[in-house]
């Protein structure tokens, strides 16, 4: 449809050329002005504040039209359907004629085949009085301007109890979806091709928990925990090869935790955030790298929405998807994060009162010494690998200290508390009862065919506690690792003095 304000009627001879300017003049005034009254009960868009923070809403940049795409979530007390773009430099509330119903945790990807922003599904409600939570399974394009639900003729029935994975995949040039069943839990995998979802037979099911999908210049690689590989546990990544997932074994991987994700361009690098403690990683294709961008500099804390600008040639990270409280907006340049916005933020000391800190194992060694006055003894290693940081807990009745290296890699959890450590798999795990100071210990490795798998070592030294956790008298211990050696392991335990 032509635009009315740049119509131009034909001109059938040059003598009607001067009346024919005439009516064209007056035919534009008329289709302005008629356009104007007809569309003066919409709402125009125009730049404003920043959307209120908000939890398990949905995003995806929107190449076409350089701008990041929000809808819905929830602000804590609601579920919300409103449509927020940012262009890099302003938020804007859109105000399209249909909006999806509200929402939280859906997918979302850019679909660049189609030039559209594609949502599928996540947690809705039923309407009041008596809300009742459910799966929706509806599909819904964003052009830039309006929501349109398309009526498809398959559709992928998934749970919102559990994250939903989407991403462009450049090989099928299809937008994949990956989750669980509404019925059974089982996992699929499911391809938009632009009118319609195609279930696909990979021969290979990933198996993951928390997956989440980025699509790359290649692939469309797959992130999520699976079951234990070599007695130990850790976020695996997957590639989409066009008809089946296929299992990358990088040098080094993720730690098993919630990941923020997005596809750097200008680096070549996918940028993952740590939900957990706000850890940045990248991954070249062959493996992941922590980022270390150096002491005293800040970065997002949380698991924010993030995208890449490719106007800005930069990471943006917007709030915190479980913390309806973090308005904070930040940028990756490759190297380092940049505050952009600095509120509304958000802190709690969701840690606990106990939480001491990030410190050296030495600094952490007098810190636990000197808050640990009712409990005796209090024992601490007297060798560690080298290049750790310590996380620590402490109280007056005890403590936990969590011990980690640069490249979580290589992790220790010492303390004084009753284990719970996850049951083994009863094929290559192997539990017995060792002599250990004088007394007995319980001894667990989680695959004795695997030379760095999880391991730990339980017992109750002799002592007094002002508030015994266990019946048996003495002051129970536990010392795990995942990524050291049986030798490493046990020159721990026996240098504890």
Known sequence: MHDPRRFEPQRHSWVLAGVAAVLTIALIVV????????????????????PAPRTVASVAYDQARSQLVLFGGSDGTKLLNDTWTYNGKSWTKQHPATNPPARQQAAMAYDPVRRTVLLFGGGGTTPPPRPVSIDLSDTWTWDGRSWTQPQTQHVPMLTASWLTAMAYDPISRMVLLYGHTATDYAMQTWGWNGSDWIQLHPATDPGIDMPIMVSTANHAVLLGVGARIGGRYFTQTWNWDGTDWKQLSPQANLPADQFAVAFDEQHNRVVAVDGGNGDTWTWDGATWTRQLPGKGVAFPSGMGYMVYFSTLHEVISWGDQYNAGNGELWAWD????????????????????????TMSPAAAEIAVR????????????????????????????GFSIEYQSAQRDKSISFGILVGQPPPGDHTHSQESTVKFRGGTADYFVYDTSSLLSQRWLAWNEPGTMANPQTKTPGVPYFLSSDGLTDQEF????????
């Open 334 to 357: 490759g190297s380092t994060w940049t505050l952009l916005v600095p509120g509304p933020a958000y802190q709690s000391n969701s840690r606990g009162s106990d939480y001491l800190g």
């Open 31 to 50: 289709l302005v002005v008629g356009s104007h009254i007809l569309r003066s009960n919409v709402v125009p868009a125009s730049p404003g504040p920043p």
């Open 370 to 397: 000197y808050a640990v006055t009712a409990t005796k003894p209090v024992l601490m290693p007297g060798w560690l690998p080298a290049g750790l940081e310590a996380q620590v807990n402490a109280t007056a009745d």
């Open 490 to 497: 046990w020159q721990i335990a026996n240098s504890l003095k």
